[in-house]
């Protein structure tokens, strides 16, 4: 299994911009992705990357202001968050699975790292 560990999470001021990174362990080969939470809601499907980098996926919420990319050499996917919104304010948290990446949104994965939290503030 997968190991993943999330950084790059802080307070910045709306319209600002961040770069998350998510660290994977073993192999590079998955479809990885980002997903969001805020308190009290359910987890919601932020963006996905195929493991060639070729097959890119976004939420509507967030499609023309993040960016997901990948390097397979660190084995880390990124996603650079601009034109940040205080409704983007979440704890972020990657994960990885053997899948297209228009089945990650729906994918119920059941092991989730500790995620890092982003904070937007208006």
């Known amino acids: 299994q997968v190991q993943l560990l999330e950084s790059g999470g802080g307070l910045v001021q709306a319209g600002g911009s961040l770069r998350l990174s998510c660290a994977a362990s073993?192999?590079?080969?998955?479809?990885m992705g980002w997903f969001r939470q805020v308190p009290g809601k359910e987890r919601e499907f932020v963006a996905a990357?195929?493991?060639?980098?070729?097959?890119?996926s976004y939420a509507g919420s967030v499609k023309g202001r993040f960016t997901i990319s990948r390097d397979n050499a660190k084995n880390t996917v990124y996603l650079q968050m601009s034109s940040l919104k205080p409704e983007d304010t979440a704890v972020y948290y990657c994960?990885?699975?053997?899948?297209?990446?228009?089945?990650?949104?729906?994918?119920?994965?059941?092991?989730w790292g500790q995620g890092t939290q982003v904070t937007v503030s208006s």
């Open positions: 990357i195929s493991s060639s980098g070729s097959t890119i």
């Open positions: 073993g192999r590079t080969f998955y479809t």
């Open positions: 994960n990885a699975g053997l899948l297209p990446t228009n089945a990650f949104a729906k994918a119920g994965f059941t092991s």
